[in-house]
């Protein structure tokens, strides 16, 4: 991030404090149907065509320590391999073997052998995922292994990080990335660890938890001693770009405010006034949330499970700290999140028996809202012409987004 950003993204939070209206050539923002939540139809779509056909956050270098090292996707359209080669590379393919679809794994993670071997009848592929070996071959005499390799499934890394996406149609993941990488780039993302991982489901439609976390209108009343303590909600900026990804800037109330639970631990090079100042929480399209502070960042997987329930990851990445276990500090500054995301989801669940009702219309957005709009307006162009008309969302923010 150059000085001209920091200037502009400083300048902008400014604005904000000073504005007392929406800017005038605003115009409200039509309602986002009630439907998007409740249809099953609609729920089936977003799986095919946006889900299916998204780059998602799939996992942590960490999490692959060793050759053969492996753990399993379980988010797609199917169970993924995610596996460190004899060549260190990662890859991933479907968990699924290529005799007759069992597992070829059958534990979330491990260290598998120079080979895998599916437990049903035998057969067993190297951790490039090559077929290798069938059993009983003389009833394969005439088989050609390499045609049944495992599936691959398009697996990408930005910093330490792991994307998949199972489409081999969408733009690489460096591409896709792009309009919000270029403002993480100064960030010694490579060298991040991960510090701390838990997922849980929470019995609602995944798009009530990703609007949450897109906005910041709710921390006055859910967050009153976390973060409406911490941030300005009256300063927060709001920035769109391209391919649905978003921010919001919220300033520390005070500019000299250092989290007391941080202090003695490593610091991540060449931060700015904007991570050490605000709260830069990022949105990487269409599910993950990176909001960012000098000693590490605090980040928030979602996924869609069934029309009616999602799974959430919530997770920590930080400075590396050298050899030997984390600080101690780390369990309360991790307590300290969980909190907070207790107060994020504590209207979650009842909120998906109340969306249901006939006199859920549609939800209606504040400008300082706009994120959740934007985010909606990306899953129409990514689906394109199969919305049905009754829950399009029109495009409004294009002259919004930077
Ligand atoms: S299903 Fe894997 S070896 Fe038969
Ligand atoms: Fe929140």
Redesign the pocket.
Known sequence: MNEDTVTMWVARSREEFARTAPPTNFSPLPDIPAGRYVDPDFFALESKELWRRSWLYAGHIDQLPERGSYFIYPYGSAPVLIIRGDDDEIRAFYNT?R????P?VRNLEGRAGPVLV?G????SYDRQGALRGVTERRDWSSFDLKCRNLAPVRCERFGNWIFLCEDSTVEPLSEFLEPVARYLRHLPLRSLRLVHRRAFDVACNVKLLIDNFLEAYHFKLLHPRTSDRIFDNQGTSVHLWPNGHSMMLSPNRREDWVDPGTIGMPEMANTTAIERQYNPSYSLFPNLIVPISPSGMPCVAIWPKTLRTSVMEVLWFAPDWGGGPRDPLWDTRIANFDRIVDEDIQFAEPMQATIESPGFIGVTLSYQERRIYHWHEEVDRRIGRAVPCALRIPPRLRSYVE
Not at 99 to 102: L, V
Not at 120 to 123: A, L, T
Request: charged content about 10%; some cysteine.
């Open positions: 073997c005799h007759r679809g069992a070829v599916c049903y009848h035998g057969w």
